[in-house]
């Protein structure tokens, strides 16, 4: 009787470790450009990152919000950039890699299938590819400090 309690004592600790690994990419997040800033969230076990700053948030023909003009549905044209759902599904794999996910570009207007590998705590490698991951391209995202 120890024994099965001690494993399935085992069993809910290393349950709980992988969920604090997976949970190690919430955060407020740079990428390489330095034109946003992406909050990744985890959602019902996904994560899901949003853009939650520009650095030109507005048009600089209108002075409005500017807008995902390049998506390529018509009806998500006049959607604010800021707020926007970039990153969708993201799994956790073990080993600091999420996958199974999705990367919008907003500036094509193309969604990629994607897999984030963190480096470090600070550091993520975020690849967006077409079908297979050999080509496809990647880019450095750097963690925040937010107080």
Same mark, same amino acid.
């Given at each position: 009787?120890?024994? @099965? @309690?001690?494993? @399935? %004592?085992?069993?809910?600790?290393?349950?709980? %470790?992988? %969920?604090? =690994? %997976?949970?190690?990419?919430?955060?407020?997040?740079? &990428?390489?450009?330095?034109?946003?800033?992406?909050?990744?969230?985890?959602? !019902?076990?996904?994560?899901?990152?949003? @853009?939650?700053?520009?650095? =030109? #948030?507005? !048009? &600089?023909?209108?002075?409005? #919000?500017?807008? !995902?003009?390049?998506? &390529?549905?018509?009806?998500?044209?006049?959607? #604010?950039?800021?707020?926007?759902?970039?990153?969708?599904?993201?799994?956790?794999?073990?080993?600091?890699?999420?996958? =199974?996910? *999705?990367?919008?570009? &907003? =500036?094509?207007?193309? *969604?990629?299938?994607?897999?984030?590998?963190?480096?470090?705590?600070? *550091?993520?490698?975020?690849?967006?590819?077409?079908?297979?991951? *050999?080509?496809?391209?990647? !880019?450095?995202?750097?963690?925040?400090?937010?107080?």
């Amino acid at each position: 009787m120890k024994k @099965i @309690i001690t494993s @399935i %004592a085992f069993m809910f600790v290393c349950a709980f %470790a992988f %969920a604090q =690994e %997976a949970d190690d990419l919430v955060g407020v997040w740079e &990428p390489g450009h330095g034109k946003a800033r992406v909050k990744i969230d985890n959602i !019902d076990g996904k994560y899901y990152g949003r @853009i939650v700053w520009l650095k =030109e #948030p507005n !048009d &600089p023909e209108t002075g409005k #919000p500017k807008v !995902d003009a390049n998506n &390529p549905d018509e009806s998500m044209r006049n959607v #604010p950039l800021r707020g926007y759902r970039m990153l969708k599904d993201f799994e956790y794999k073990g080993k600091g890699v999420w996958e =199974e996910g *999705t990367i919008y570009d &907003p =500036e094509s207007g193309n *969604t990629y299938s994607s897999v984030i590998t963190m480096k470090d705590e600070n *550091t993520l490698d975020i690849r967006g590819y077409v079908g297979v991951k *050999t080509f496809g391209r990647s !880019d450095t995202w750097r963690r925040l400090k937010i107080k």
